[in-house]
């Protein structure tokens, strides 16, 4: 008789589905990957078949030229678009079904079925709701994957709508300036942007020009961001009493200096943590993430009640002997290539 879960195998560089040959987010090019969503340390081109939902295609398509025509008008690689909710069957009977994870436009948990075993595999994901993505959904499970990145009890991210409020006063007390934000280009900046219409803020919000192309993605997938200028097309005086957003490489890039005296902010989890702040010259410290926190990551897990959890791409241990102390079977993944992001 097969031992239970034997067809699942954690690799360093990505997760085997055995029956398949399929790796999950796998770390070097292979010849059939089901991806998660965009970000470099999941997703990357040159895989045979890559198989992911159509805004991650399209993501995949931008950043990584993933399944994009070549100087003879043709597509080297098979992009397979699944659908939330869709369920395909890969070859030795495995079901796949791709389900919102609440991270990025278009990320996915899957949902691998074999032998009447079901297996999750989270990607990264939140559960604070999110203007540019749909909400991540609890799937009752056997096995859950999930990540860790704030796996530790001292990240608690603070409402989204206080975060806003801090950027929009520091926006208010400096009307002669601007506020400089640093964010993610995938993903944070969005979110960012979004948030502040939601919050009112409805003047054009300024861009570095690396943050173009994603956002008009973002838009062509119905992403409504309102009115977006790119700095390099405006004066100094043109930009006084506004928020620009930028990568965070650019916060102390001399390309800042066309800036009206603008007040430096950064947005991402990591900003919990002092250090970081000050390590970067970070003034005002936003702190939004797009990965859950660890209040979010136990309840999940909670939710989901699977027989075992296994535990990748962050604080694991912590995260593992919570699971111990609450009588949940777990191990930890030891998968090679996840980073710390500006997230």
Sequence with gaps: MTAPFSWIRPEPWGVHVVPADAWIDPGRAVDRALVTHGHADHARG???????????LAIMKLRYRSGAEDENGEIPTKAVPVEYGETIRLPGGVDATYIPAGHVLGSAQI????????????????????????????TPCDIFITEATFGLPVFTHPPIEDEMAKLLKAREDHP????LVGAYALGKAQRVIAELRAAGHTEPIYLHGAMEKMCRLYEEHGVNLGELKLVADHSKDDMRSSIIVA?????????????????TAMASGWMRVRGRARQRNVQLPLIISDHADWNELTTTIA???PQETWITHGREEALLRWCQLNQRKARALALVGREDEDE
Excluded: M, Q
């Design 46 to 56: 040159g895989h045979g078949e890559t198989i992911a939902t159509p805004e991650t």
């Design 111 to 138: 949902l691998l079925e074999h032998v009447g075993e079901r297996v999750v595999i989270t990607g990264d994901y939140k559960r604070r709701p999110d203007p540019t993505c749909p909400p991540f959904e609890v």
């Design 176 to 179: 002669e300036g601007s506020v």
């Design 247 to 263: 990568p965070p490489s650019a916060l102390g890039d001399r390309w800042s200096r066309r800036l009206p005296d603008p007040v």
């Design 303 to 305: 939710e989901v009640n």
